[in-house]
Every structure is written in structure tokens, then in C-alpha cells.
């Protein structure tokens, strides 16, 4: 095949990664040339040492790379003389040089393909990997997940990888299979359609009906609303169609995606070049999502002004209820000169002149109030209720009408009340029709509570209910319908039905093996093997914990001196915490773009920010230079017209790299590359809190902003009379693993499974802890379902303690300052353990739900039943951590620090911002996502830098064997340090791109001061 048409998989960076010869370290040459049993009887085939260590050579290779390497002994020298001392007890110093004989290569490299049971690569092969690759691209359609997937399938295959050259030539074949499938399916779309989403890119005066989808929700206004509904309903029949015929495609979700974020990325004029089948295919991907975007945020608006209505109309009965009370007292002194007057009247006075004589004394409309006050009535608060909804009228027809209209509502069961008064409001509006045709009396058998029917009415006398007052009403049932989940939008990501989240039931049948392919053995076992070992932990923990407080082992836990005390006992805390970082001002001073730039460099970041495309492109690789002031631009928030004029790069560039390159999921993906970078340095290790497990630690730091999103809420007490978002972080050894945008509206807890669950570093987090705001009734559960504990840290471990329970209701706990408060109900987990295993399997199996499902688990009623299962093995949990937190003064000691690793990070992170006001300023969330990714990228390579500095003295420590006492009190040093670099100016990126950072020169002077402090010889 011609060298030009071959398709460009990898850079050659990660071409060098999987095919060159590996390079081991010295912990690697124990793992890698351990050979086994079987692998000695092989030995034996083979009759001189050269051969021998020749055979053990290509067996560590292959056990490394499942590949077979051409090498001769001179470039494999290291290794060669490990092996001799190791295995032919040679130290003496023997040469090896050349190669063995190709006889000899080829029978050792039969005995290695028979001993791991592989085979060769076949030419007949490749026929059957280009299936496999076809069928492959319909679930991952980027070339380079495609790729990590079929490496993959050779692994399981048993098959030896070919040639680079022979993939590219199995991905040319499987895309031109594919598209040509794809063409013939969307071959069959009907005209009207074809031409519809042709339309859809297709240019007109002034902007296009694509760039008016693309435009996000501002706000709640009516505008944006108006706006909101507008769309959706441009797009209803199209999306309906699509959800009907990419089925057809057997595209995944993931794929489906893929085509819609192109889409979303690119400027319309570039989507007209592509063929008109693939403009079909990428539009159909587009409607799809984005209009289940839209009706998330029309729902999110709906549930907003609802509940604005009910609120006001709340405090609107409270104030009109105090108005009441003050009339009362006001009136009851006339009512006392009434009642003195009466019996003592004029008996010659008129019926009108007692009248007027009556009333001047206690007005009329008074009679009926303190009547009723005095015959016990009270003020009836829901009739104030129902009198403020009746003047919000226009509020209804204005905010929440067009969006009832506009969602397709459905109910979880078949038949229902609810679905029935939604059919008929739109029917009725549908139809253009006036509420003042909507006659409705109480007879027609609509589920209108008769205690209700007086407020429904303007009226008592009258035949029909306020079609206004009825209409709200259908809407306060909608809003508590959403929320109790019964009511739902299956054309919804966030508020579709639960059922949808939760995978097939017969799937909880193939528990054990979904589990094993994932890695989580503990799942099929949950509620048998595992439950008996949680009730054992919480029984042990009350015995050790009481235990050691009667014997007073423990030396956190003081008694109260005082017998009258509020408080019987309390716990104490160590006061050591990180040393400043005085260290790194004693440092020259160095730009953050040169930072950025030798990090980059130096873990090879800049391979992560692949093109959006991998075909039919003509620039592969971006420029560093470009790609640095891309991010350093989104991180500080004014965008890149704004740094063209502050640097040395021109504008076009920055925007074609922006618009190319740089998207969440490259960011993420180079995030996680410094991370990488940083675990691999052998100081991460001297970081961790706990034995042999990393604990980190998820906080949210608020952020104002200064255009408008459906994100984006107001709050008085963090941004004043602005709104803003929370920046939701999990940090790990000082690096940020894993951040997202929340809304202040959105519950941090609810998303800390999912901050877990989707790190995709290489740092493995064994145990997570965070504030109140993480704490949920499912974590404990769904966090130990992944290995992973949780340790949160809590505001009030006293307060907590009062609400402990216990496995043997049979001990006495008489003795002891805290008691259980109940005892878990053992059967009722054990009853629901194939619910339980459904949930933890579709946590693990769904893409971008987690967060959802479990927000639906705390909040909704449906599976109640299972639900309640779930709090009880939850509170198995909770209390082993609190009694573990009274018990372990150094868990407490652990928690903390790591919570002051992350306000370190947090106050980092706002310096980066603050550089240029510090807020926000994308007009849609997508934009201020890749901002916050970008701050947190920026972050994570100034940390990076000083840990480079850091391992540095680190490893010279160790090389001099200082004692642990110097190390423990090194390692409180923190990475997170800015004093030593500089933030502003005019940033001269062609000049960064040839600076070097002498980390060697850096370290010297932070160890010189350290030995001033002490690191004593």
C-alpha cells in the first residue's frame, strides 16, 4: 500500500512506547526476569550460558511487551549482567557481544510462544482484524481508542501484535468498511428528512439554525426560556425520527457522542466540506444529544420557578398570617369598648344609628376576624397560599406553561392520574385555546382533594374551578412528582427514569463474571461473605473502642472534668501540619509559561492534545508554543483574543489550536498525564497518610461568573448579588486527580462516586475522605463496592456518636460514654442482596449516570424497599468510622492533613484565576469547563515542578541514609508553592519553548537551606 495513504494511528512517541525494546529498572529486572518453573525446564533445551541468558532475555521482553525483540548482548548489557550474577552466579566480569544464531532465536521463540500459550501472527490474520476492527469502530470511532481496544483483543487472543504497517493498513480497510455501511444505512433515510438535516448546517441570512442550537440556556428569564422551548421544539420531530433510526446505525452511545462533540466544536463552514452522508450522520448525533440537553434544562428551569412560586407563596401566608395576628391585637381593645357600649346603648336609637354607632366603635370587616379568633379558628394559612398563586397567573403562562408543553412527561407506571391532568392542559393549549375556555368542575372524577376544591375556586358559589389556581395546582404535582422520581422524561439525561440507570435485571445473573472483567471481586458477594466481614469490622470497633477508653489506652480521648459538663469527653488532635514554603522563595524566580513548557517537555504532556479529527486532516500534531498559550489563557479566563495581544504568537494560530486541540477531553487527558508524571517520582510515596494506601480528599471551591448559564446560580454568601459555580476537586498526594463544574444547586456527595470511579491516573486510591457536603446515606456502601474506603471527616464526632449502632444487641454498653441508638436489620439487607448487586453493577457498567443514580437512590421513593436496605448497610459503615475516629488519633491526624492539602490546592487554584479578576467568563458550560480543567492542568505542572525539585534532595537524602526522623519531617514540605514563580506579564512563548530549568541548580539550594534547618550531618 502507498506510504501516503496509510492512516496515522500514534505519534511517534507512543509508536516508540509499544514497539522499542523495554528498559527496565532495577525493581523491574527482579519482577521481569523471575523466571518459573516450566521456564527452567525450557532453560534446559538450550546447552551453553549464551543462549540461556539469550532465552531469559527475550522472556522478560515478552513477559513486558508480549513482543519478540531483534537485540544484540552489547545493547542489552545491564541486563545481561544481572541475569549472569543472578542465575549463573558469575561475578566476574564476562562479555557477551553480538547475537545467538537465527536457529537458535527462532526455537527459543517457539518455546516462549508454547509456555504463555500464544501464537505468531498469521498473514491470514488480518482478515479477521479487520473485522474486528470494523465492528470495534462502532463503539469507539476514534482511531486511537479503537487501536488500545484491539491491542486488547490480541492480549486475550493469545496473539503476538504485528507491525505498526499492518495496522495501519487493518484501520484503512476497517474505516473504508465502516463508512461504506454507514453510507448504505443512511442511503435509506427518507428525502424529507435528508433535507431537513441538510438544512440544519446549511447557511442563511445572518446565523444559522446550527449556531442557534449550539447557544446554551443564560438564564431563567423569560428570554432564555422562550428561547429554550423554541428550539426544542424545532428539533421535536427531528429527534424523533433519530431516535428511532440510529438504532439502525448500532452505534454506541459512546459513538454517538463522538459525532455530536464534532458537531458542537466545529464552525459550520468546516462541517460543509465533509460528505453529505457523514453531514447526515453527524447531525442526526447532534439532535439526538443535544436536545436531551435541552430538555434537562428546560425541566431544571421548571422545578426552579416552581419552587420560587411555592416559596413566595409560603412566605407571602407567614407575612399576611403576622398581619393578622397584628390586627387582632390592635382590635381587641376596641372590642373591649364594644362589648361595654352594647349593654348600655341608646334604646332610642335607629336600626341605622346603632349601626353607625356599632362600627365607629369596631369596624365591620373586624366582626368576622376575632369572631373566628375567639371560636378558635386560626388564620388559614393555605387559603393565603392559594390567594398569591391566583396573582402569579401570568408567572404560570409565562415560565412554566411552554415548558409542560415542550417536555414529553411520562409516568413509571402504565396508567396514572398525573398523566392524565398533563394530557388534558395539552390538549387543551395545545390547540391555541384560552385558560378561560378550560371549564373544569369538581364532578368530572379529576383527582382534586376536597379539602382543596374552596382554594380552586375565585368564588364559593361557583360551578367551575379558576382554570389558573387548577392549572398550578397540576404543576405542584408535577414538581413533587419529579422529585419523588415516579414522574419522568426518557428524552432526559438527568430526569429520565431510574429504570433506565439500573441495567437489565438478567444481568445481576452474570454478577461474578461483569465484576472480574472490572476488577471488583467484592460485588457478587456483597450481601453474604462481604456483610458478615462489615458487621465483624463494627463489632470489633465497638470492642476495641470502648476497650481502650476504659483502659485508657487511648490518648485522643479526654474525659470532662467537670460532672455538670455539656460535654462528658472530648478528642484531641496533633498540631503538626506542613512546614511553609519558605524553602521555594530561597529559589531564583522563573515564569509560569517556562514551567508549563518543561514540564510538558518533560513528561511528554503535549501527546495527550490529539486533533478532534484523526482523518481528512491536514495538521496531526499542534504546536507546543500554541498549545501552552491556549491554556494559559482558558486557565486565567480571558480567552485567546485577549493573549494574542499579550504574547508573541498571532491570533489564527492560537484559534485554529483552541478550536483543534484543545477540548475536556485532551485537557483531562494531559492532566492525567502530569499526575502520571508525578506518581512515577519516588518521593510520592514519602506523601502518603496511610499505610500503603493513598487517601485523598474531594472539596468544591466556589467561583463567580461573569456571564450567565444554566449552571451558574446566585448565593449571598459567596458572590454578593453575582452568581457563580463550585469547582468540585479530588486531590491526591498534593495532585489534582479529578475536578468537575457543579452548580450550587447540585449536592457535592452526589458526585463523589463518580470523582472516584472516573480517575484515570495511575495514582490508585485506596481510601477518599471530604467534608459534611460528601456525606450521603449510599457512600460508605458504593465506594467500599470499589475498594476504595470512606473516610470522611466529621464536623461533630460527639454528635455523631449519639447516633451509632451496633451488630449483638445482647452486649452491655452500660459501661461505655456512647451507646448504639438501634441495631442493623441484618435481614432486610440480606432480602434485597439482588437490588443491591443491580445497583453496584450499573454503577460500574453506565457511562456519565453515577452521579445521577445515586442522587435518584437518596432523593426518589421508588424501590423504597431497597432503598432502606441500602441506608441499613450504610450505617455498618458510618459507625466503624466514627468509632474508628475516636479510637485513632492518627486518622484523625491523616484526615486533616489531607483536607489542608486541598485548601493548599484551592488557594493555588484562585491565585491562578485571580490573576485576571478571577471569574469566569464563558458564555456555555462547556467553555467554562475546559477553563476549569485548564487552571487545574496549570496547577498541576507547578506542582509537578516542585516535586521535581523536591525528589531531587529527596533522592540524595536517601543516597546519604539520613535518618527517618529527617525524612518525615522533609516530607511535610509541600509541593504546592508559587512564591518562586511569576504569574504576569508579557508572556514570550517562543522564548519559554528554548529555556531550560536547572533542577539540579534548584535543588541545591533548597537542600543548602534545609541543612540551616534540619537536615543536620
Not at 374 to 387: I, P, S
Amino acid at each position: 500500500m502507498d506510504r501516503v495513504k496509510r492512516i496515522q494511528l500514534l505519534t511517534d512517541a507512543e509508536i516508540s512506547d509499544l514497539y522499542d525494546r523495554p528498559t527496565f529498572t532495577a525493581e523491574e529486572r527482579e519482577w521481569y526476569f523471575d523466571i518459573t518453573q516450566n521456564e527452567r525446564c525450557a532453560l534446559e533445551n538450550f546447552h551453553n550460558h549464551r543462549t540461556k541468558v539469550y532465552l531469559i532475555l527475550q522472556l522478560g521482553y515478552f513477559k513486558a511487551k508480549r513482543q519478540f525483540f531483534n537485540f544484540a548482548f552489547d545493547e542489552v548489557v545491564a541486563d545481561t549482567e544481572y541475569i549472569l550474577s543472578t542465575y549463573f552466579g558469575k561475578t566476574e566480569q564476562i562479555e557477551f557481544s553480538g547475537k545467538i544464531s537465527r536457529d537458535s532465536i527462532r526455537s527459543q521463540k517457539k518455546e516462549i510462544l508454547s509456555l504463555f500459550g500464544f501464537r505468531d501472527w498469521l498473514a491470514k490474520d488480518e482478515v479477521e482484524l479487520v473485522e474486528k476492527t470494523a465492528d470495534l469502530l462502532r463503539y469507539f470511532p476514534k482511531g486511537h481508542s479503537a487501536f488500545r481496544q484491539l491491542l486488547q483483543h490480541l492480549e486475550r487472543e493469545c496473539i503476538v501484535i504485528p507491525s505498526y504497517r499492518i495496522f495501519q493498513d487493518v484501520f484503512t480497510a476497517a474505516y473504508a468498511i465502516e463508512d461504506n455501511r454507514l453510507k448504505c444505512l443512511l442511503s435509506g433515510i427518507p428525502i424529507y428528512w435528508k433535507k431537513q438535516l441538510t438544512e440544519l448546517i446549511e447557511q442563511e441570512e445572518g446565523l444559522n439554525h446550527l449556531n442557534l442550537l449550539r447557544a446554551d440556556q443564560k438564564d431563567f428569564q423569560y428570554t432564555a426560556v422562550r428561547f429554550e422551548t423554541e428550539k426544542a421544539e424545532s428539533i421535536a420531530d427531528m429527534y424523533t425520527f433519530a431516535e428511532q433510526f440510529l438504532p439502525t446505525l448500532k452505534l454506541s452511545k459512546n459513538a454517538i457522542r463522538y459525532f455530536a462533540d464534532i458537531v458542537e466544536q466545529y464552525a459550520a463552514f468546516r462541517l460543509r466540506r465533509i460528505t453529505k452522508h457523514q453531514q447526515w450522520l453527524h447531525a442526526l448525533c447532534y439532535v439526538y444529544h443535544r436536545y436531551q440537553q435541552i430538555m434537562d434544562n428546560l425541566i431544571v428551569t421548571f422545578l426552579y420557578h416552581t419552587r420560587a412560586i411555592m416559596d413566595s407563596g409560603k412566605a407571602f401566608a407567614e407575612q399576611e398570617q403576622l398581619k393578622h395576628s397584628n390586627r387582632i391585637v390592635v382590635d381587641f381593645p376596641k372590642l373591649a369598648n364594644f362589648l361595654k357600649w352594647f349593654p348600655d346603648r341608646d334604646n332610642t336609637l335607629s336600626h341605622e344609628q346603632l349601626n353607625d354607632a356599632a362600627y365607629q366603635i369596631l369596624p365591620k370587616n373586624q366582626f368576622s376576624v376575632l369572631a373566628d379568633f375567639l371560636a378558635g379558628n386560626a388564620f388559614d394559612k393555605l387559603g393565603a397560599k392559594w390567594k398569591y398563586f391566583a396573582s402569579t397567573s401570568r408567572l404560570i403562562s409565562l415560565y412554566l406553561r411552554p415548558i409542560v408543553l415542550a417536555v414529553p412527561f411520562t409516568y413509571h407506571k402504565e396508567e396514572s392520574e398525573i398523566a392524565n391532568l398533563i394530557s388534558l392542559l395539552k390538549i387543551h393549549y395545545g390547540k391555541g385555546k384560552s385558560p378561560a375556555a378550560l371549564r373544569i368542575a369538581d364532578d368530572l372524577g379529576l383527582t382534586v382533594p376536597k379539602r382543596l376544591l374552596p382554594y380552586l375556586k375565585r368564588n364559593k358559589d361557583d360551578e367551575y374551578l379558576d382554570p389558573h389556581l387548577f392549572e398550578f395546582f397540576v404543576y405542584q404535582k408535577i414538581y413533587h412528582q419529579i422529585n419523588r422520581g415516579n414522574l419522568c422524561c426518557n428524552a432526559s439525561v438527568s430526569y429520565c427514569d431510574i429504570d433506565h440507570d439500573l441495567i437489565n435485571d438478567n444481568l445481576v445473573d452474570n454478577a461474578e463474571e461483569i465484576a472480574q472483567e472490572f476488577g471488583y471481586p467484592k460485588i457478587p458477594v456483597y450481601c453474604s461473605e462481604r456483610l458478615d466481614n462489615a458487621m465483624t469490622e463494627l463489632d470489633l470497633a465497638w470492642d476495641r473502642t470502648t476497650g481502650n477508653i476504659k483502659e485508657e489506652r487511648n490518648p485522643g480521648f479526654k474525659f470532662s472534668n467537670d460532672p455538670k459538663s455539656k460535654t462528658p469527653w472530648r478528642l484531641l488532635y496533633d498540631s503538626s501540619d506542613k512546614r511553609e514554603d519558605a524553602f521555594f522563595s530561597k529559589l531564583p524566580k522563573t515564569e509560569l509559561a517556562d514551567v508549563v513548557v518543561f514540564v510538558g517537555e518533560l513528561s511528554g504532556m503535549w501527546r495527550e492534545f490529539t486533533h478532534l479529527k484523526d482523518r481528512y486532516i491536514k495538521r496531526v500534531k499542534p504546536q507546543p508554543l500554541a498549545l501552552n498559550a491556549c491554556i494559559l489563557s482558558d486557565a486565567f479566563g480571558f480567552g485567546i483574543g485577549k493573549i494574542a495581544e499579550m504574547c508573541d504568537l498571532e491570533y489564527n494560530t492560537l484559534r485554529s489550536t483552541q478550536e483543534d486541540f484543545v477540548r475536556i477531553e485532551t485537557i483531562c487527558a494531559a492532566n492525567d498525564h502530569v499526575s502520571n508524571f508525578i506518581k512515577a517520582m519516588p518521593i510520592f510515596e514519602i506523601w502518603n497518610l496511610l499505610d500503603e494506601k493513598v487517601l485523598a480528599d474531594a472539596d468544591g471551591q466556589k467561583i463567580g461568573t461573569s456571564n450567565q448559564t444554566i449552571q451558574s446560580r446566585h448565593s449571598r454568601k459567596f458572590f454578593g448579588k453575582g452568581c457563580g459555580i463550585s469547582i468540585y476537586s479530588l486531590v491526591a498526594n498534593f495532585v489534582a486527580v479529578n475536578a468537575r463544574n457543579l452548580g450550587l444547586n447540585e449536592y457535592e456527595g452526589h458526585c463523589l462516586y463518580d470523582m472516584v470511579y472516573g480517575n484515570k491516573t495511575d495514582i490508585d486510591i485506596g481510601s477518599v475522605t471530604g467534608d459534611n457536603h460528601s456525606l450521603n446515606k449510599l457512600n460508605f456502601v458504593v465506594l467500599d463496592s470499589i475498594d476504595v474506603d470512606y473516610l470522611p471527616s466529621i464536623k461533630n464526632v460527639r454528635e455523631a456518636s449519639q447516633k451509632l449502632y451496633a451488630i449483638n444487641s445482647s452486649k452491655l454498653y452500660a459501661e461505655s460514654p456512647f451507646r448504639p441508638v438501634g441495631y442493623i436489620n441484618e435481614q432486610l439487607i440480606r432480602s434485597q442482596a439482588r437490588g443491591i448487586q443491580r445497583v453496584l453493577l450499573s454503577l460500574i457498567l453506565q457511562e456519565n449516570t453515577q452521579s445521577h443514580l445515586i442522587r435518584k437512590l437518596n432523593s426518589h421513593t421508588r424501590y423504597a424497599r431497597l432503598r432502606s436496605a441500602l441506608y441499613e448497610y450504610n450505617k455498618i459503615f458510618r459507625s466503624t468510622h466514627v468509632l474508628n475516629l475516636i479510637d485513632d488519633i492518627n486518622l484523625r491526624k491523616a484526615i486533616r492533613t489531607a483536607r489542608n492539602r486541598t485548601e493548599a490546592y484551592h488557594q493555588l487554584q484562585s491565585l491562578i484565576r485571580k490573576m485576571y479578576n478571577g471569574i469566569f467568563k464563558g458564555r456555555k458550560v462547556t467553555t467554562n469547563r475546559v477553563s476549569a480543567h485548564a487552571a487545574r492542568l496549570v496547577a498541576n505542572c507547578i506542582v509537578a515542578y516542585n516535586a521535581l525539585i523536591l525528589n531531587a534532595v529527596y533522592e540524595k537524602m536517601v543516597e546519604a541514609g539520613v535518618s527517618k526522623n529527617v525524612i518525615e519531617e522533609f516530607a511535610r514540605i509541600s509541593p504546592i508553592a508559587w512564591r518562586h514563580l511569576f504569574f504576569t506579564g508579557r508572556y514570550s512563548f517562543k522564548k519559554a519553548s528554548k529555556a531550560s530549568i536547572d533542577v539540579e541548580g534548584m535543588a541545591a539550594l533548597i537542600e543548602k537551606h534545609l541543612k540551616e534547618v534540619f537536615w543536620k550531618d
